[in-house]
């Protein structure tokens, strides 16, 4: 299911405006995702500082203690609150895997903070419950809104949060950064861990509606987070060539990357495919964020061939 995105998003006061910029250019968003597996949410009001860990207005050391620990559990910690609210009481956070295995969600009640780091984070980061709260049944949905680390995810996350929020009021929170300034809107959606960029606000609903309903809006989505960008890549182009739009259509068997491209393997209810891709920098080198100082060529990925494998097993 495709939705359409209506008219391009209005000029940006303030100068150069990266989403804008890669909008007009139509630069493709497939393979784009952060590659993250585990993940840890915590509720925290703002405002976030451009580092949403070390910068915002957290207990002294906490931060950046953190964020180390996190790192070398391989977990992405990011700061949560409700759109157009105040946190009341205690923080919450999510604790969750979003893949390859089959993804889940817990809910848990911190007593303050710091309490975060009471947390087993390696045990988070193998992709094993915490046993510190609930399961969460629930989808999560994730806005971008962290204007200090990029204008465009305030301008263009906001709206998109007060949207979606809206509509649900429960599942929608805004977010730190989690990547991809270029593509805002952004919105991530859990338990899967689905990226989707450039969401306007009247096309929100309709678009986590679809992912509610199992299946996906491929014109805006960025890839799955669990997945490396290559296959994310090559998910896209066999998705678009069958028409594959369901979440579990499609799911990578093996795959071989190299700088120079991919080739992955992969089961659908349509039977296995392969799938060959080039991996070449842009032609133009441009700014990838308002924030950025030089230009770069971001990679781009080229698809040399789909072939059949046969009847999956």
Do not use: K
């Not at 309709?206 to 960025?222: C, F, S, W």
């Not at 920098?281 to 441009?286: G, K, T, Y």
């Amino acid at each position: 299911m495709s939705v359409s995105q209506g008219s391009p998003h209005p000029v940006s006061p303030g100068g150069f405006r990266c989403s804008q910029e890669g909008a007009a250019r139509d630069e493709p968003m497939f393979g784009t995702a952060s590659t993250v597996r585990s993940w840890l949410l915590i509720e925290h009001p703002g405002p976030w500082g451009r580092f949403a860990l070390p910068d915002s207005r957290l207990p002294d050391g906490i931060g950046d203690e953190l964020r180390t620990r996190a790192a070398a559990a391989g977990i992405r910690v990011l700061l949560i609150r409700r759109p157009g609210r105040s946190a009341e009481g205690s923080p919450g956070a999510f604790a969750i895997r979003s893949g390859p295995e089959e993804p889940w969600v817990e809910r848990l009640a911190l007593p303050r903070f710091e309490a975060a780091l009471e947390l087993d984070l390696d045990r988070l980061g193998r992709g094993e419950r915490l046993g510190a709260g609930i399961p969460h049944e629930a989808a999560v949905f994730l806005v971008c809104t962290h204007g200090r680390h990029d204008p465009c995810c305030a301008e263009r996350g906001r709206p998109l949060a007060e949207a979606l929020s809206s509509a649900f009021p429960d599942e929608t929170w805004e977010s730190s950064h989690f990547g991809g300034d270029r593509f805002a809107g952004n919105l991530v959606v859990f338990p899967h861990g689905f990226y989707f960029g450039r969401v306007r606000p009247e096309a929100s609903e309709a678009v986590v509606r679809t992912y509610l309903d199992g299946r996906l809006d491929l014109e805006r989505l960025r890839g799955r987070s669990c997945r490396p960008m290559p296959v994310q890549a090559a998910e896209h182009f066999l998705r678009e060539q069958e028409g594959l739009d369901r979440i579990d259509d499609v799911e990578p068997e093996d795959a071989t990357t190299s700088p120079l491209g991919a080739r992955v393997r992969f089961r659908t209810g349509a039977g296995r495919f392969e799938v060959q891709l080039a991996r070449e920098p842009d032609l133009v080198a441009r700014r990838l964020t308002c924030h950025s100082q030089h230009e770069e060529r971001p990679p781009i990925y080229r698809l040399l061939a789909i072939g059949s494998l046969g009847r999956s097993e």
